[in-house]
């Protein structure tokens, strides 16, 4: 039997690819993680945090949509960024697309095995995020969520919508609840009910806590260009995504809103008790609120144990649906001679870039089992906001490509100006400058992160952010000299033209390339 050279054509929906795009954002998992920090930065002032970091986000995916419309590539920013401003630049926007995707998988398979054993009521082991089982389980998870991946885009979309269901309802049930006991005066200490003033951006301390938790608030964001990275698998591919993505990102915001309002009212944004900031839970806000939010009653007991497994669920499924992007985007790579040509190799059954996804999950459990070790631990929750930086690097770049890439038609065509230059190129200079800011202000180690000192002169004291950020780019750099001497042609500008090509929905295969 020949073996296909394509991905599976027509697998997703619109519903499909929307849910791709939600899931892979892990709403759940996301906040859990994450809103404590963002708290921590900017204290009552996170909710306008979301609203903001939101704006970006969608001008960005504008930008998604309006290359998907005319070249629906999986290698996405790695293709349109090569167009625009030549081989470097691509290349080192698919390698932060990779490094985002595999600084965050230690942290997913972390949550998923920490809420597992919380679940079934091993709280002993479930709180110690670096305990030997949790890193045994996190393991199995990465091995399970690589074996979805392999066996079909649609399996996977499937099993993302049951568990996407569990993830919205108990995100809704946890926020209306939460804010019902503080409007009935019911709620503990340090609550209040939600004002005005949360929304005030110039209440906001300092403009580098602003930008940190922007930053932060865009990891929360993260993951719903999943939907465009699955074009060619998609119904209708050179619309269908980039109309998902938009979809996401608005269904993203409400969510966030609705749930940051009801956390910070119940909880409040100080360090002690239940307070969002406090340092014992700033990484899992939703496991510490829990209990209080819903009581120790039979019912209160068994909605606790529904709140662990949607933080389970989303973290499972954000795994999963973070494996899909990255396999698709080296395997866009090598199909363009960027990476060697294994990683364009596709199943013969299940139709997709078995390679790509086997080593990516390879790599996910090696960087985790070294995460779990350094320090601690506590790298892999450092973790979260040196992703930003890369995901700030490729995002930012889709914008302001697709600003360049259309600029001939914007002197005879004032809707695409504004829609294809201003808009997109705007959401990618912002998300650019924060993870540029985040990048530079993240040398010096903060008191509460994991830093590194140097053993040579200059004796330099690197903080783990910039160590996890920055460090894992400059790899590729190194990458990049090495394969621009081994398989050269995509490295001297021979392979993807400097321009967008004419509209259209063939799908890549290797054969259509010229060999190198």
Not at 148 to 163: C, E, K, Y
Not at 235 to 247: E, I, K, N, Q, Y
Not at 477 to 506: C, H, N, Q, W
Request: proline share 6%.
């Amino acid at each position: 039997m020949t073996q296909p050279s394509t991905l599976r054509s027509g697998a997703l929906s619109l519903a499909s690819s929307v849910v791709i795009g939600v899931a892979s954002a892990g709403p759940a998992y996301s906040i859990t993680a994450t809103l404590g920090l963002v708290v921590a930065a900017v204290g009552l002032q996170s909710p306008v945090i979301v609203v903001l970091a939101f704006i970006p986000m969608l001008l960005v995916a504008i930008g998604y949509r309006d290359l998907n419309a005319v070249e629906p590539d999986p290698g996405t920013t790695f293709v349109w960024a090569t167009r625009a401003f030549g081989p470097f630049t691509g290349w080192m926007a698919g390698w932060a697309i990779v490094v985002s995707d595999l600084l965050v998988m230690a942290s997913l398979a972390q949550i998923s095995s920490q809420y597992t054993f919380l679940l079934l009521g091993a709280d002993g082991i479930g709180s110690d995020a670096t305990s030997p089982w949790v890193l045994a389980l996190g393991i199995v998870y990465l091995i399970a969520m690589t074996l979805v991946a392999v066996f079909g885009i649609d399996v996977s979309a499937r099993l993302q919508s049951w568990l996407l269901a569990v993830e919205f309802g108990m995100l809704a049930v946890f926020s209306v609840v939460a804010l019902a006991r503080v409007l009935l005066g019911n709620a503990p200490a340090g609550s209040s009910l939600p004002h005005w003033e949360w929304f005030n951006p110039f209440a906001i301390g300092s403009f580098s806590d602003f930008v940190t938790a922007l930053l932060l608030m865009v990891f929360i964001y993260w993951g719903w260009d999943s939907a465009v990275a699955v074009n060619q698998e998609t119904v209708d591919p050179r619309h269908t995504p980039g109309r998902s993505a938009v979809l996401s990102t608005i269904t993203l915001v409400g969510l966030y809103l609705l749930v940051t309002v009801a956390a910070q009212a119940f909880a409040g944004t100080g360090t002690d008790g239940l307070g969002l900031a406090n340092p014992d839970h700033v990484d899992d806000v939703l496991g510490a609120l829990g209990t209080a939010v819903f009581g120790d009653s039979a019912i209160g007991s068994v909605l606790v144990h529904l709140l662990f497994l949607m933080v389970l669920t989303s973290a499972a499924a954000s795994t999963q649906t973070t494996i899909l992007p990255t396999a698709r985007t080296t395997y866009s790579m090598a199909l363009h001679h960027a990476l060697p040509d294994a990683f364009a190799r596709i199943h013969p059954r299940y139709r997709t870039p078995i390679f790509s996804t086997w080593v990516f999950g390879g790599l996910s459990i090696l960087l985790y089992v070294v995460l779990n070790f350094a320090s601690g631990g506590r790298m892999i929750a450092d973790a979260v906001t040196a992703i930003g930086i890369s995901i700030g690097l490729y995002y930012g770049l889709t914008g302001v490509s697709c600003a360049w890439l259309y600029r001939d038609r914007f002197a005879s065509d004032p809707r695409a100006l504004v829609m294809k230059g201003v808009l997109p190129a705007l959401g990618g200079f912002a998300l650019l400058f924060a993870a540029g800011w985040t990048a530079v202000t993240s040398f010096a180690p903060a008191e509460d992160t994991a830093s590194w000192s140097m053993p040579f002169p200059p004796h330099w004291h690197i903080g783990s952010t910039f160590l996890l950020g920055v460090g894992t780019l400059l790899i590729g750099v190194v990458i990049y000299v090495i394969l621009a001497k081994i398989m050269p042609p995509f490295f001297r500008g021979e392979v993807l033209a400097r321009e967008l090509p004419e509209p259209s929905d063939t799908i890549i295969e290797s054969d259509a390339l010229p060999r190198s």
